[in-house]
């Protein structure tokens, strides 16, 4: 039985069989409706999220499932004191897969170390979201053609950014990716991932604190939010939050085939004036989050459809 | 004439661990769970060692299965580990660094699961050989 803790859990090759499914899906989505007829997903987020949850919900009935949960910690036995691993033997009874969100790191991990079906990891706290990772490289896949010798500019809280931290060890699999880190000196991406991931790799890598010095050398930008939840005090995140605004001006200095990624909800740091320009691919992400969420969830089920 | 040399005597079977870093073998006492232990345990502290200047020593007397020296390595690979059995020296062991400690260190992030979730092990790994670098296995965090 497989799980999806971290975006590495696939090979370069089992991935590009995950993105090719996906994008069969969107070509052919007739093909998959009763592809998990019978199924049932469990969606256990123990923290606020509409997008992800709902994708995953979306995802498994549009393949023909049905799916149950909870939105919040509150709304569970959690809010009893449950443990991670009690929560997910009962669930496990009920469903055939499942996707958790939890704002502790490596909470998911608890969860398939107890689980008799497969886990998604749905987010856990600032450190991983393969979902989003899977859903970023279909949308780079499908906006460029290609997924090699690309610079890719991370902007905003690359510190606490779960999607930037999986997104960056995804991409260091493919060959001739550069990167723009863009964060202010208080928000850099940690020790951890720039020593064991980008070192290690011999990743060419620059940081940089003003976006419009990164605009022109950029294939692909993508935007973070910077969360008020990981932050302990409220006084940083006030300072931090409006850091970074891209809107038309700074579009100006980017490249024509450059492409906006953001894993959304954005708050300030792009203007709702970027979103007629045609580079703009975020709101085309949440579409491919769909697709690709089908894909997943037919992999690790190990369901095919002819 | 007063006797001012100390002297700890020969143990039949367990290990001698010589070379500790002066101060550090109450550390290692309680990482080997020597307190939980019906035996007879010797620590000698700051002894005179003409390589270290000073060192700590513990002498165990116990049978040498009953203790699990992987974590040893973690702590200081420097340690000599003397196997004594019939009260001789039998092996010297070299200490590596283990892949995975258990239930010994913790876990500082407070936002890992291990901060909640209750019988959670407490696992690292070793990540990275050459800087012996652990991180958790939750939350990757480093442990430092």
Not at chain 1, 3 to 10: G, K, T
Not at chain 1, 28 to 39: I, L, V, W
Not at chain 2, 91 to 119: A, D, H, M, Y
Request: hydrophobic share 35%; with cysteine.
């Amino acid at each position: 039985m497989r799980h999806l803790m971290s975006p590495l859990d696939f090979s370069v090759e089992e991935l590009d069989k995950l993105l090719n499914l996906a994008q069969d899906i969107e070509a052919n989505p007739a093909k998959y409706t009763h592809a998990c007829d019978g199924k049932k997903l469990a969606t256990l987020f123990y923290e606020p999220s509409t997008r992800t949850r709902l994708s995953h919900e979306a995802a498994m009935l549009n393949l023909g499932g049905s799916v149950m949960g909870f939105s919040s910690a509150d709304s569970s036995s959690a809010a009893k004191g449950e443990s991670v691993s009690d929560t997910i033997r009962t669930v496990s009874c009920y469903a055939d897969i499942c996707a958790m969100r939890h704002p502790k790191e490596g909470a998911p991990m608890v969860a398939c170390q107890h689980s008799s079906i497969p886990v998604i990891n749905a987010g856990d706290g600032g450190h991983q979201h393969p979902t989003q990772t899977l859903t970023d490289l279909l949308t780079i896949l499908n906006v460029k053609g290609r997924m090699n010798n690309m610079t890719i500019g991370l902007c905003g809280d690359l510190k606490f950014g779960r999607t930037v931290h999986s997104l960056i060890h995804a991409l260091v699999r493919y060959e001739g990716i550069r990167f723009l880190l863009i964060s202010p000196e208080e928000l850099r991406l940690p020790d951890y991932i720039r020593n064991d991931v980008l070192k290690k790799n011999n990743i060419p890598y620059e940081e940089v604190v003003r976006l419009e010095d990164a605009m022109p050398k950029l294939d692909i930008l993508y935007m973070t939010r910077v969360q008020k939840e990981r932050f302990f005090n409220e006084e940083d995140y006030v300072r931090m939050k409006d850091f970074y605004i891209l809107d038309k001006q700074k579009m100006k200095l980017a490249p024509k085939d450059m492409y906006v990624l953001h894993p959304l909800p954005r708050v300030n740091e792009i203007s709702v004036e970027v979103d007629d320009d045609p580079r703009a691919a975020y709101f085309k992400q949440v579409q491919y989050g769909v697709y690709v969420r089908m894909a997943l969830i037919l992999t690790l089920l190990d369901i095919h459809v002819d | 004439m007063v006797n001012h040399t100390l002297n700890v005597g020969r143990i039949s079977e367990g290990f001698v661990l010589d070379h500790i870093q002066a101060g550090k073998s109450m550390e290692i006492y309680k990482y080997l769970h020597l307190d939980k232990l019906d035996c007879c345990v010797a620590i000698i502290k700051n002894a005179k060692s003409s390589k270290m200047g000073k060192k700590d020593i513990l002498k165990i007397e116990c049978p040498i299965d009953i203790i699990n020296l992987d974590i040893l390595g973690f702590i200081d690979h420097n340690i000599t580990v003397n196997i004594i059995q019939d009260e001789e020296v039998v092996e010297k062991k070299r200490l590596t660094l283990p892949k995975k400690i258990k239930n010994v260190i913790r876990c500082k992030n407070p936002r890992c699961i291990t901060s909640i979730e209750q019988g959670l092990d407490q696992i690292f790994v070793l990540t990275d050989e050459k800087n012996e670098t652990y991180r958790c296995k939750y939350c990757e965090e480093k442990y430092s």
